[in-house]
């Protein structure tokens, strides 16, 4: 899981079912690899959405630019698609003292509040 996926998702402005697909996809974002490819069963389960709706609201956000996804074969049989969520990640500072505000522009002026 992302933390800072997580916080993408939930800041984005959406119709209730787009953003509880983002949410369910950021929760299994892997900040390390990048890779996040449940199966739109599992997005569905733990929307609380069929795999139908959920169908057209991946199709909706990638549209919109939110994300990517691709599909794909291994030896001939369909195996989850793989989604790639467009946020920025946090970068740290060089000197260590946390996140980069650059990175936070909500955060700019100083002050350090959401």
């Given at each position: 899981m992302s933390h800072d996926a997580l916080r993408w998702a939930m800041s984005q402005e959406l119709r209730c079912t787009d953003k509880m697909v983002l949410t369910v996809l950021a929760d299994c974002h892997n900040h390390k690899t990048g890779q996040c490819n449940p199966s739109m069963a599992t997005i569905?389960?733990?929307?609380?959405?069929?795999?139908r709706c959920v169908k057209d609201v991946v199709k909706r956000l990638a549209k919109s630019g939110l994300m990517t996804v691709k599909s794909g074969t291994r030896n001939g049989v369909k195996i989850a698609n793989r989604y790639e969520l467009m946020f920025k990640h946090t970068v740290p500072n060089v000197g260590g003292g946390g996140e980069n505000e650059a990175s936070?522009?909500?955060?700019?002026?100083g002050s350090k509040k959401w």
């Open positions: 569905a389960t733990r929307a609380g959405l069929s795999e936070h522009p909500q955060r700019r002026g």
